[in-house]
Nanobody
Framework: QVQLTESGGGLVQAGGSLRLSCTAS?????????????MGWFRQAPGKEREFVAS???????EYVDSVKGRFTISRDNDKKTVYLQMNSLKPEDTAVYSC????????????????????WGQGTQVTVSS
């Protein structure tokens, strides 16, 4: 069973930074398997639908929602089976529960943004940005 565990959330003032981490474990990720899957970050604010934030493919192609471009950076360390989301210049509207997710299918050259392409999800970590 795949397990994704997020960390790094917290309370920060507007303009501040946070780095989220998501570490994968479980049989499908034994050995080098982690690196062949696209990993993504999504967020959900109270009363709103889940929103795509960023994804990174097995070939390290990245994709971002327009509202975070230039402020957020997604990266991965396959040896550590971890994907990161560096968030700079945070705004109050970035406040949400951030969850990481693993793509259903390995490899793939097309950047993924649709939650339906992801089949395993973490519990999420709360990010709160005060004004």
């Amino acid at each position: 069973q795949v397990q994704l565990t997020e960390s790094g959330g917290g309370l920060v003032q507007a303009g501040g930074s946070l780095r989220l981490s998501c570490t994968a474990s479980g049989p499908p990720f034994s050995g080098p398997a982690f690196g062949i899957y696209t990993m993504g970050w999504f967020r959900q604010a109270p009363g709103k639908e889940r929103e795509f934030v960023a994804s990174i493919s097995s070939g390290r192609i990245t994709e971002y929602v327009d509202s975070v471009k230039g402020r957020f950076t997604i990266s991965r360390d396959n040896d550590k089976k971890t994907v990161y989301l560096q968030m700079n210049s945070l705004k109050p509207e970035d406040t949400a529960v951030y969850s990481c997710a693993k793509a259903i299918r390995p490899f793939g050259s097309t950047p993924l943004r649709d939650a339906r392409d992801f089949g395993s999800w973490g519990q999420g970590t709360q990010v709160t940005v005060s004004s």
